[in-house]
Structure formats: structure tokens, C-alpha cells
């Protein structure tokens, strides 16, 4: 799941603002017609420029200056500018995406590219809706940088062609292979000679030799219920196999009173109840929590494979940020190895763009190993270019999240609720909060979580989707 690039990933990247529906956002943006106002592509068509980038045309990005920073863009951009060196590049690295370029979509005037991101994103579901976002069915055709003979859509892991989808075509690249995990620093555990737990049992056993220590066993991002809902999830799936998040996903009935969800949920409340959740975490927000986590006031914490960029200056300097599974509660039918990732950190091309052609060769650049490796050089973090990181000496948190996702293999699951239904992250996010913070019952947190699933499926304005 997801909120912020963090809090709502499919994160996320592929999210919404907190609660806004549709109708909230970018209102009468909607462009009509059946082709956009503008969009470039003045140059000749060649197999090193598929969308005919005009060489001079200057080009417009916007990135989300969060955990992952900015400076990876400013990279692919000088790539960019090697290949069309009289374009003139305009750069701006923002946190407040949709308060700031609102006004520009509205207007008519969007960026040629945008890294939609963070808590103040653009709703993906809502520009896809008023017709406002390219189809990238041309970029994923197109050659690729690394290998001609083959299209784009041949040299990137398959779960971002799946990520893609809004409205029923691609439009949406989502760029971060991003692995949802337990995290915990391998100094403090190697100095007390801990090892994480694959049972639920195990893991019990654990927590109170942490909390002997001195250390609280498990912090949370208590403002943004979603992180310990992850933990949550990870839980219940691997309880109940694929169908669990598959029928959350696809808002069938009684999705969320699946009985591994209410095995997951009265997991959580052991953990408060035993007082193994770091007291007053459910006040703090994600920078607080994790800041507690990073000067080992409590030892595990969940969150994304971007938890190590985020947090490196504030980290002690033998800080090894270290990627974990959750522990498997009895008669899980999946392995502790596997975990939840998901294709997040959304790029768009507006469909309005004056150089649509250069947002689009952004991107088949941005999908070179050459600039894939520069991304994970940067941020710690993968992409969803396979083998864009082999040779490079990946950071703690980057090496334990690769092997994770590795050891996972088939058995990795994804997420999308979220993502197919914006309005639905505000109030399920509520209800994980109360049930952490322990005023919910199991079979409460499930009703409650049930009736928001149904209010969604309920409304005639929203598309159903299912996975197959």
C-alpha cells in the first residue's frame, strides 16, 4: 500500500491526494477532441528518434524532490541534452506537485514531463479521466536505447507494462521497483546477536529480548497508518495465498473479513498489547518515527526500499539499513522470503505538453541501463530495468532488498487498491489506526475496512477492475 511517494505508493507514484475524488482535482482540465493541442515531434522519425523529437525544441521537467531526491533527473537530463544539445532544459525539483502545476494543466500549459509524486501528487485516476495524460503505447513500442532490435517493453520487468495501466491503456511509468519490507539495522542486531524471525512465535520471542534491551521492538509512521499497513497485508497474503489481495483489489464482498486479514489483525493487537509498539508512535508522523528507528530506539520498522535514501542523514555512520521479511503466522501457504513490491515514482507526459515528443524520449532514455544505473547509484534504489544494477556496489539497503525480492521470486505479490481506487486510502488508513492504536477489535478493523471497500464498490462513478 501507499501514502506520500511512501504513503501512497503504487505507490504512490501511481496514487492520489489524501482523500480527494475526481471532481476535487483540476477541475474542467478535460482537453476533448480526439488529438492534443500541441505536443512537438517537429523532427524527423528515425529508429534513434522513434517520436521525432524536434533538436532545438526545449524540454520541461518536473521531478518530486523527495526520498529519492532530484539529482538522478538532472542525470538523465544531461543524457537527454547529449543526444539533442541545442534543447534548452528547464528543471525544477518540488515537493508540492499538484499546488504548483494545477494551475499549468488547467491553463493549458503542463510540463513536458512530470514525476508525479508525493503527498500533494496529482491524482494519476483523475488526469487519466479528463483525458490529460499521453498514451505510452508508443514508448513501450518503441526501440530500445540498449538493444534496437527489440522494443522498450521487452527490456523492462513485465510489472511495470502492468503498472502502466489507467483507463484501460498505459499511461503511467512507473519507474522505482520499489520492495515493501521490515527494516531493521544490521549493527544493532549484529551487536546483540539477533536474527530476524520467520514465525509469528519466533518473532514473539524476539520482541522481548528487544524490549529487555532497553529498545522497542516496532515503531510505525502512526500519522500515516498505511506503513503498518503494509506489515498488515504482508501477513494476511502470505497467510492466505494471492486470492487474499486479489479479491481486495478486485472489491469483492467480504474481501476484508478473509479470515488471514482478521489472523493479521489481531497479530497486530498482540504485538500492542504485549507492549512491543514503540509508545506514542502513533502520534509521530514518518520523519519522527523513522528518526526514532534510525537512533535505534526501536529496532524494526516497515516501510519502502526507499527508507535508506530517506533517512542516510540523520542515520548513525555504521547504520546498516537492512531489508527483512515479515514472519509467517501459523499455516501461512507462502514462504517468509517473499514480500510486497510494487512499480512506483509515476511519470507522466501530459497529453498537452508543447514537447510531448521529448517527455517520451525522456523516458526511453530514462529506461537505458546507463541511466537505470545512475538512478540506483544515486538513490540505493532499483528500477524496473532488469540488470541496470548488475556490477554497481549497492548500499546496505539496496543489496537486502534486491535479495529479498530474489528469494521472494513467484512468490512476490503486488498491490493496486490503492492506485484503482484513490478515495478509499483516506478512510481504510483511519481504520488501520484505530486498530493498531488498539480501539479497534479484529472483526471491527474488518467491518469497518469492508464497508469502505463497499462504499467504493457501491458508486456508479467508479470503474471496476480486476486482476487476472
Same mark, same amino acid.
Given at each position: *500500500?501507499?501514502?506520500?511517494?511512501? %504513503?501512497?505508493?503504487?505507490?504512490? =507514484? *501511481? ?6 475524488? &475526481? ?5 474542467? !482540465? ?16 528515425t529508429a534513434e528518434n522513434p517520436f ?34 541545442? &534543447? +534548452? ?30 503527498? +500533494?501528487? *496529482?491524482?494519476?485516476?483523475? #488526469? ?21 532490435? @527489440?522494443? %522498450? ?34 549493527? #544493532?542486531?549484529? @551487536?546483540?546477536?539477533?536474527?530476524? &524471525? ?5 518473532? #514473539? ?17 502512526? @500519522? ?13 497474503? +502470505? ?75 540523520? =542515520? ?21 522470503? !517473499? ?14 505538453? @508543447?514537447?510531448?515528443?521529448?517527455? #517520451? ?32 556496489k549497492l548500499t546496505p539497503g539496496a =543489496?537486502?532488498?534486491?535479495?529479498? %525480492? ?17 478515495? *478509499? ?16 477489535? =479484529?472483526?471491527?478493523? !474488518?467491518?469497518?475496512?469492508?464497508? %469502505? &471497500? ?15
Amino acid at each position: *500500500m501507499t501514502t506520500s511517494r511512501r %504513503v501512497f505508493m503504487q505507490r504512490a =507514484a *501511481m496514487a492520489a491526494a489524501l482523500g480527494l475524488g &475526481a471532481s476535487a482535482i483540476l477541475p474542467g !482540465c478535460a482537453s476533448g477532441g480526439d488529438s492534443p493541442s500541441s505536443g512537438g515531434g517537429g523532427g524527423e522519425k528515425t529508429a534513434e528518434n522513434p517520436f521525432g523529437v524536434k533538436a532545438s525544441d526545449p524540454l520541461d521537467v518536473v521531478i518530486f524532490r523527495g526520498g529519492y531526491g532530484d539529482d538522478y533527473a538532472k542525470f538523465h537530463e544531461q543524457l537527454y541534452q547529449r543526444k539533442f544539445a541545442e &534543447a +534548452k532544459i528547464q528543471h525544477a525539483g518540488i515537493t508540492d506537485i499538484s499546488p504548483q502545476l494545477q494551475p499549468r494543466f488547467n491553463g493549458g500549459n503542463p510540463p513536458d514531463v512530470i514525476d508525479n509524486s508525493g503527498a +500533494k501528487s *496529482m491524482p494519476a485516476s483523475t #488526469l487519466a479521466a479528463n483525458d490529460q495524460l499521453t498514451d505510452l503505447t508508443e514508448l513501450f513500442d518503441a526501440p530500445a536505447i540498449d538493444d534496437p532490435a @527489440k522494443k %522498450v517493453r521487452d527490456l523492462v520487468a513485465p510489472i511495470a507494462i502492468e503498472a502502466a495501466a489507467l483507463s484501460g491503456k498505459p499511461l503511467v511509468l512507473n519507474y522505482v521497483l520499489t520492495v515493501t519490507a521490515t527494516w531493521y539495522d544490521q549493527t #544493532l542486531f549484529d @551487536k546483540h546477536g539477533w536474527k530476524p &524471525a520467520k514465525t509469528w512465535p519466533e518473532f #514473539l520471542t524476539l520482541c522481548e529480548q528487544i524490549k529487555r534491551a532497553g529498545i522497542a521492538p516496532l515503531a510505525h509512521q502512526g @500519522k500515516f497508518p498505511m506503513y503498518i499497513g503494509w506489515f498488515l497485508l504482508d501477513l494476511a497474503v +502470505k497467510h492466505g495465498g494471492p486470492e487474499v489481495i486479489k479479491a481486495i483489489d478486485g472489491l469483492e464482498p467480504n474481501a476484508w473479513k478473509h479470515p488471514s486479514i482478521k489472523l493479521a489483525a489481531e497479530a497486530l493487537l498482540e504485538l500492542k498489547g504485549k507492549g512491543y509498539i514503540m509508545q506514542g508512535t502513533e502520534g509521530l508522523d514518518h520523519i519522527q518515527s523513522q528518526t526514532a528507528w534510525s537512533h535505534r530506539k526501536a529496532a524494526f520498522i516497515p516501510s519502502g526500499s526507499w527508507l535508506e535514501n530517506e533517512q542516510k542523514s540523520v =542515520a548513525p555512520a555504521d547504520f546498516k539499513a537492512t531489508a527483512t521479511f515479515t514472519p509467517l503466522l501459523d499455516g501461512a501457504k507462502l514462504p517468509a522470503e !517473499c514480500t510486497q513490491i510494487s512499480a512506483s515514482e509515476g511519470f507522466i507526459v501530459p497529453r498537452n505538453a @508543447k514537447n510531448r515528443a521529448g517527455g #517520451l524520449e525522456y523516458l526511453r532514455i530514462m529506461l537505458s541501463k546507463e541511466a537505470a544505473a545512475k538512478f540506483t547509484e544515486i538513490t540505493g534504489s532499483q528500477t524496473v530495468v532488469p540488470g541496470a544494477a548488475d556490477g554497481l556496489k549497492l548500499t546496505p539497503g539496496a =543489496a537486502s532488498s534486491a535479495a529479498l %525480492v530474489k528469494a521472494g521470486g513467484d512468490a512476490n505479490w503486488t498491490a493496486y487498491f490503492t492506485s484503482w481506487y484513490s478515495t *478509499m486510502e483516506k478512510p481504510l488508513s483511519d481504520r488501520i489506526g484505530e486498530l493498531v492504536a488498539g480501539r479497534l477489535t =479484529a472483526d471491527e478493523f !474488518c467491518a469497518g475496512a469492508q464497508q %469502505v &471497500a463497499d462504499t467504493i464498490a457501491g458508486d456508479p462513478k467508479t470503474v471496476k477492475r480486476t486482476r487476472g
